[in-house]
C-alpha cells in the first residue's frame, strides 16, 4: 500500500522553465489536492480535484494548472516557474474512512522545488 | 469556515501529558474539529476528529467544551517523537475536503 506518490521528490528549476508535479494515490479516494508550503508557513491550497473529471481553484491558484488524468492521478503543472513558487509542494488525496467514518486527508512525502 | 486560534509553541516533558489548546469561537453547529500534525518537513497526519462528544483513538483524546468555542488535544504520554506542529482545523464534513491550514502550534517534547 504506498498511498499517496509524488514524483520528484526534488527539482531545480530556472525562471521561466515549465515543469509538472505528478501524483497518484492506489486507496481509491474520490477527492484529489495540491498544497504548497512556504517555509515557517502553514499549508496553502492551490487547486482541488472534489471528483474524477473536475478541478476548482484554492486559496493559491495563480501560476498554476491542474489536471485529473483519472481517478487515481492530479498532476500539478507550473508553466512559467517563478522565484515566488520556490516552496514545497503537497498532494493529498480524501474519502471517508470505512473504520472512523472520518473524511480525512492522506498527504504524500511531498515534492521541494527551488526556482532560480 | 470558522477561523481557530492555537498558541504559537508549547514544550512538554517526555512521559507527561501535552494538552494543546484551540480556540474556535465562531464554530458552527454542523463543523467538525479536526486535528492533524506534521512531524519535521513531511506530509501532514490526521489525528483526531469529533463534533461535540469527546473522542479517544489509539493516537490522542479530544475534548470539546460544551459550548463548542474550544477544544483541547491530549497526548498521554508524549514521547520524543510527538514533536511536531499541530493543526486544529474547523470544517463542515463531507464533499472535498478544503482544509485550511494555520500556522498551528510546534510542540516541542523535551527528554
Known amino acids: 500500500n504506498a498511498g499517496v506518490t509524488q514524483t520528484p521528490k526534488f527539482q531545480v528549476l530556472k525562471t521561466g522553465q515549465s515543469m509538472t508535479l505528478q501524483c497518484a494515490q492506489d486507496?481509491?479516494?474520490?477527492?484529489m489536492y495540491w498544497y504548497r508550503q512556504d517555509p515557517g508557513m502553514g499549508l496553502r491550497l492551490i487547486y482541488y480535484?472534489?471528483?474524477?473529471?473536475?478541478?476548482d481553484k484554492g486559496e493559491v491558484p495563480n501560476g498554476y494548472n491542474v489536471s485529473r488524468l483519472n481517478k487515481r492521478e492530479f498532476s500539478l503543472r507550473l508553466e512559467s516557474a517563478a522565484p515566488s513558487q520556490t516552496s514545497v509542494y503537497f498532494c493529498?488525496?480524501?474519502?471517508?474512512?470505512?473504520?472512523?467514518?472520518?473524511?480525512?486527508?492522506?498527504f504524500g512525502a511531498g515534492s521541494r522545488l527551488t526556482v532560480l | 469556515d470558522a477561523k481557530t486560534t492555537q498558541p504559537t509553541s508549547m514544550d512538554c516533558a517526555e512521559g507527561r501529558a501535552a494538552n494543546l489548546p484551540c480556540n474556535h469561537s465562531?464554530?458552527?453547529?454542523?463543523?467538525?474539529v479536526y486535528w492533524y500534525r506534521q512531524i519535521h518537513s513531511q506530509g501532514p497526519q490526521y489525528i483526531i476528529h469529533?463534533?461535540?462528544n469527546n473522542e479517544t483513538n489509539e493516537m490522542a483524546s479530544l475534548i470539546i467544551t460544551e459550548d463548542r468555542k474550544s477544544s483541547t488535544l491530549i497526548l498521554p504520554h508524549a514521547t520524543l517523537r510527538d514533536t511536531a506542529v499541530y493543526y486544529c482545523?474547523?470544517?463542515?464534513?463531507?464533499?472535498?475536503?478544503?482544509?485550511?491550514f494555520g500556522q498551528g502550534t510546534r510542540l516541542t517534547i523535551n527528554p
Open positions: 493529498a488525496s480524501s474519502d471517508r474512512s470505512k473504520s472512523s467514518g472520518a473524511n480525512v486527508l492522506t
Open positions: 486507496m481509491n479516494h474520490n477527492s
Open positions: 480535484s472534489a471528483s474524477e473529471g473536475t478541478t
Open positions: 465562531t464554530i458552527s453547529g454542523n463543523e467538525y
Open positions: 469529533g463534533l461535540k
Open positions: 482545523i474547523v470544517r463542515v464534513e463531507g464533499g472535498a475536503q478544503k482544509l485550511v
